[in-house]
């Protein structure tokens, strides 16, 4: 039955459902139906041909298929010999450049002609790249030659994408996702949930978008950026039904990042805003969370020095703390307010020195107040937090991560020098923590991320 091209486009993208890409690559063949097919139907903006020898006259027999007078400029050619599948990986990888611009999902690949190395080495490089394959099925008649080959009947053809192995698969993926997200990589672990939230049907497809939700929040969160990590936090709230038991911790962790964010807010300020906030146990309290969670992270990866840049940050906003309550801003010291309730506070200071081996003691500080310091004036104050503790084991334990790579040194710290400053770190806490009346497990609750839901395991 002979059918009018323009017929038997009009019945192909009837057979299409409004499907369209942006970019499209053809292998290179004897017959253009096909292609002309897929050009004319999903209008893509660019396309690539990916030629051999016998099909360099390709583009043209295709134009003329779809009436066109001279072969659009966005039409590229690869003339290399394509039946070579190492080729097609180097053409697909300039043209994956050249594209770049283009959501990887808006590009699509034909695998429906070309010899069988084309088909295979073009399947494969889609499947890497995650490249949308694209099948035209057609029903086959004899070619009323004499011979015995077959050719596609005309209006028959109609789109039969090969089905995506990760509906199989995609627990395998999964697995790793689940090992990278335990591992604390949350970025790694969201990029893969999120390509199976895309690629898997349902059920399990959104309950993957649902996990990178909370693997892409918890990276952002890792990184501080609070108001990222707010919001996919949100919408996992909004997304991941059935995780009933984690709502009431997410939720608090979502009011504990915007309250982060409003104490970055009013602590940038450095003026009353500052000592304000520094005074208000809930958001130090807040400020704590993230620090010391982000520090147990990193002790779990191995990473001691910057655990202990972090955990020595949290030692330092104690003080600061405690400091704010005295009136007393630790980066601009004014003693008024401290003094009229402690009117011998320089000569306990000097007397705090000398008991910390210090030959000349100094008067009050009127710079930015140093971490050890600090701790000193506070000693001096007979603030409650250090009220009966040694606080010579702050400066000790202290010294390894002060001689670190990452502070003024040139070495790593050692698991047991971070595990004996972390001690100290841990017991300023828990002063810290009952002086507040404040239930430890809780506080830290809002700010640990959660383990992965048991759902997404295999």
């Known amino acids: 039955m002979d059918v009018d091209f323009a017929d038997e486009l009009r019945l192909f993208r009837e057979r299409c459902g409004g499907t369209t890409f942006d970019g499209l690559v053809v292998p ?19 396309v690539a041909f990916l030629l051999t020898p016998d099909s360099h006259a390709m583009p043209d027999k295709v134009a003329g298929k779809l009436r066109l007078d001279n072969v659009p400029q966005n039409w590229q050619r690869y003339d290399e010999d394509h039946t070579d599948p190492l080729q097609i990986y180097r053409s697909l990888r300039k043209i994956i450049e050249a594209w770049r611009d ?15 190395p084309m088909s295979i080495g073009l ?14 099925e057609s029903e086959y008649v004899s070619a009323g030659d004499g011979a015995e080959r077959k050719v596609p009947r005309p209006g028959s053809q109609h789109l039969a994408p090969p089905p995506d192995p990760y509906v199989v698969f995609g627990d395998l993926e999964a697995a790793e996702a689940a090992r990278l997200y335990a591992a604390h ?21 959104p309950r993957y978008a649902a996990l990178a939700l909370l693997a892409g929040a918890y990276a952002a969160w890792d990184v501080f950026d609070l108001a990222t990590a707010r919001d996919r936090l949100a919408a ?50 807040a400020l704590l969370g993230s620090l010391y969670a982000s520090a147990r992270r990193r002790e779990d990866q191995g990473r001691y020095d910057t655990a202990a840049l972090l955990l020595y940050r949290c030692l330092e906003l104690i003080g600061q703390h405690r400091l704010a309550t005295w009136g007393v801003l630790s980066e601009r010291p004014d003693f008024t307010r401290a003094q009229s309730r402690v009117t011998d506070l320089e000569k306990r200071y000097r007397r705090i020195q000398s008991d910390q081996g210090r030959r000349r003691p100094y008067p009050l500080p009127d710079r930015a107040i140093g971490l050890f310091v600090g701790y000193m004036l506070l000693a001096a104050l007979d603030d409650p937090l250090v009220r009966g503790y040694d606080i010579s084991r702050i400066e000790a334990r202290s010294d390894a991560r002060n001689t670190s790579l990452l502070a003024h040194g040139y070495r790593l710290i050692s698991h047991d020098e971070y595990r004996g ?17 404040r239930d430890r497990a809780a506080w830290e609750q809002t700010s640990r991320f959660v383990a992965l839901p048991w759902r997404a395991a295999l």
């Open 421 to 437: 400053f972390a001690e100290v770190v841990e017991e300023l806490l828990d002063r810290l923590l009952a002086l507040l009346s």
């Open 102 to 116: 283009l959501p990887r999902e808006r590009l699509a690949v034909d695998v429906t002609g070309g010899t069988k």
């Open 28 to 46: 290179g063949t004897l017959q253009p139906t096909t292609a002309a097919l897929l050009i004319g139907a999903l209008e893509p903006q660019r």
């Open 236 to 285: 996992w709230l909004a997304s991941a039904t059935g995780e009933n038991e984690l709502a009431a911790t997410i939720t608090a962790q979502q009011r504990t990042l915007e309250r982060l964010e409003h104490v970055a807010g009013q602590a940038a300020s450095r003026g009353p805003e500052t000592l304000a906030t520094l005074a208000d146990p809930d958001a130090v309290l």
């Open 185 to 205: 990589d949350y970025a790694n672990a969201e990029r893969i949930f999120a390509d199976l939230g895309r690629r898997v049907p349902s059920p399990d497809g």
């Open 123 to 136: 399947a494969k490089a889609a499947y890497v790249l995650n490249l949308p394959t694209l099948y035209v």
